[in-house]
């Protein structure tokens, strides 16, 4: 299982802007497929983006569409999940989620139950 490590996170006002970052040891994630999970006080932990291993598919929740990006930069192993014009409902622990179980390099996984590796998640607190 590939090691993530979630540094950043924080308290952004709202429409502010925030970028997460996921770094991996253990693997490449030019050879995972990723994802971005949140979990919000009385909510169930749902995924808000997720890219496939050769980058070339991803998916995003409607209530981020347009907002987030999911990216990742092969040099430095790293996912990014860039959130813009943020809302108070954006307020949740986020974590990223990885899995080297891909059948396909263009499937994308959008169920807990589809990653064997997490980060440890970060705080993102958006200020009303």
């Known amino acids: 299982q590939a090691q993530l490590l979630e540094p950043g996170g924080g308290l952004v006002p709202v429409g502010d802007s925030l970028r997460l970052s996921c770094a991996a040891s253990g693997g490449t994630f030019s050879s995972y497929a990723t994802g971005w999970f949140r979990h919000a006080p009385g909510k169930e932990r749902e995924c808000v983006a997720a890219i496939s291993y050769s980058g070339s598919k991803s998916y995003y929740a409607d209530s981020v569409k347009g907002r987030f990006t999911i990216s990742r930069d092969k040099a430095e192993n790293t996912v990014y999940l860039q959130m813009s014009d943020m809302k108070p409902e954006d307020t949740a622990v986020y974590y990223c989620?990885?899995?080297?179980?891909?059948?396909?390099?263009?499937?994308?996984?959008?169920?807990?139950?589809?990653?064997?590796?997490w980060g440890q998640g970060t705080q993102v607190t958006v200020a009303s």
């Open positions: 989620a990885a899995t080297i179980y891909a059948l396909r390099s263009t499937d994308v996984f959008t169920e807990k139950s589809g990653y064997e590796s």
